[in-house]
């Protein structure tokens, strides 16, 4: 049996984060270790060709509008054909034209962010592949995403911020940060952070990545 192919997507039209190439490197290092080929694209076309017969898509830091026609309908069809799609930190910033994106693919949309500060994740669900080796609360740097609509309700919630922990949050006492759920058919999983470079070579985080992808792709 082929080894299961990851594509990992990182093309930007707005704001460019300085750590999709650590971002990249790090998929690459636990695919590697996990048995999984990764592949990593900017160009919508090459994301088109390569999504048939993919076990999952990352969308990584992508910002603005980045997708064809083409790779639209090939990013629709790989969730209805059951395949995986992993969003990190600016994937909620994309596509903002294309309400199925943000609404059934990530699962909502990005509304602004503080500055970069310290602050708490609290996990909530820890029956699942991203968040079972944490902690109740976990100490974590990034932006704090806020989001136009609290996404509770149509998706399976497994952390969120405290933001009684840091300034400028604007969801108030249920601010969800990560969560997966199944809207476009395929599995579909969201985590708000990744910001840093740092973030990367965290062994927490790292964990949590490779839970939300193998999870995504249906290898866990």
């Known amino acids: 049996m082929s080894a299961p192919h990851i594509v990992v997507f990182t093309r930007t039209t707005g704001f460019r984060h300085d750590s999709i190439p650590d971002g990249v490197e790090a998929l690459r290092q636990l ?4 048995g999984m080929r990764v592949t990593a694209t900017e160009d919508p076309g090459e994301l088109a060709a390569a999504l048939p017969g993919s076990a999952a898509v990352v969308f990584l830091s992508t910002s603005g509008d980045v997708l064809t026609d083409d790779a639209r309908r090939a990013l629709r069809g790989h969730l209805a054909d059951g395949g995986g799609f992993m969003g990190v930190h600016g994937a909620s910033t994309t596509e903002y034209g294309w309400p199925w994106f943000g609404e059934d693919c990530v699962g909502a949309v990005f509304d602004g962010h503080p500055e970069l500060q310290p602050g708490v994740v609290v996990v909530e669900d820890h029956d699942h592949p991203a968040t079972a080796h944490l902690g109740d609360r976990w100490e974590f740097t990034d932006e704090w995403y806020n989001f136009s609509v609290n996404p509770r309700g149509r998706v399976r919630v497994l952390a969120t911020a405290d933001e009684t922990t840091y ?21 579909s999983f969201y985590t708000a952070l990744g910001h840093t470079s740092e973030s990367f070579a965290d062994p927490d985080f790292r964990r949590h990545l490779l839970g939300g992808l193998t999870w995504a792709a249906r290898l866990a």
Do not use: K, N, S, Y
């Open 31 to 34: 695919g590697g270790e996990h």
């Open 167 to 187: 300034t400028g949050g604007r969801m108030g006492v249920d601010h969800p940060l990560v969560w997966c759920h199944e809207l476009a058919g395929g599995r």
